[in-house]
């Protein structure tokens, strides 16, 4: 099992161009999650689907869109990239249940210029 | 607001030597989780900590819970240089769907 993958792992974009950060997990979750960490920070969650057909906001949703595509995948979507949205994002799934841990995936490092 | 406060956030130590770092919490919450980062890497699940009074083992790691004092704790036991990490603990939202609030993260070093 491959548990979650991130693609890309490292992108960096202009001021105002897009761009979609893909994540699919392996592990028949229902819950997927979407954070971004940035320096002495903890992470901050972005958007999450609980499951299948649903997202919601985050902490810190404002500049960012999902998809949850599929049980498997869920997208993160930058329309207009700032550089405040420099980061580090990871993306997580869980099952629901009594002590759904969160599998985190490798990361996409994002740089905006 | 729910927020997760951790000290220290730095914290530099001898080989052989004991500390704890701590966690705080704002409000109630069901559930506690410990995570370790090494540089440039993914999180890693270390403790579930469902329950006032749990506590777990994992190593030279001990992690505790007391939801009462809304405050955990995690141990460290005669550090060796592999425990060089960034440890966050993360508390959940009661009711909601998973969501976790993350401390900003303890930076361990181990020393020789």
């Known amino acids: 099992n491959a548990g979650v993958t991130q693609t890309p792992k490292f992108q960096v974009l202009k001021t105002g161009q897009s761009m979609t950060l893909q994540c699919a997990q392996d592990?028949?979750?229902?819950?997927m999650y979407w954070y971004r960490q940035d320096p002495g920070m903890g992470l901050r969650l972005i958007y999450y689907s609980a499951s299948e057909g649903t997202t919601d906001k985050g902490e810190v949703p404002n500049g960012y869109n999902v998809s949850r595509l599929n049980k498997r995948e869920f997208s993160l979507r930058l329309e207009s990239a700032a550089p405040s949205q420099t980061s580090v994002y990871f993306c997580a799934s869980s099952e629901i249940g009594y002590a759904d841990t969160q599998y985190f995936g490798p990361g996409t490092r994002l740089t905006v210029l | 607001e729910l927020k997760v406060e951790q000290n220290p956030l730095f914290l530099s130590m001898q080989e052989g030597k004991n500390y704890t770092i701590y966690c705080n919490y704002s409000?109630?919450?069901?559930?506690l989780y410990w995570y370790r980062q090494d540089p440039g890497k993914s999180l890693e699940s270390l403790f579930v900590?469902?329950?006032?009074?749990a506590v777990k083992q994992e190593g030279r790691l001990m992690a505790s819970l007391d939801t009462k004092a809304r405050l955990s704790t995690l141990h460290i036991t005669a550090a060796v240089h592999d425990l060089s990490a960034t440890y966050f603990c993360?508390?959940?939202?009661?009711?909601?769907?998973?969501?976790?609030?993350f401390g900003k993260g303890t930076k361990l070093s181990v020393k020789p």
């Open positions: 993360a508390v959940d939202i009661r009711g909601s769907q998973g969501n976790l609030i």
């Open positions: 409000t109630t919450s069901d559930r």
């Open positions: 900590l469902l329950s006032n009074g």
């Open positions: 592990m028949n979750h229902n819950s």
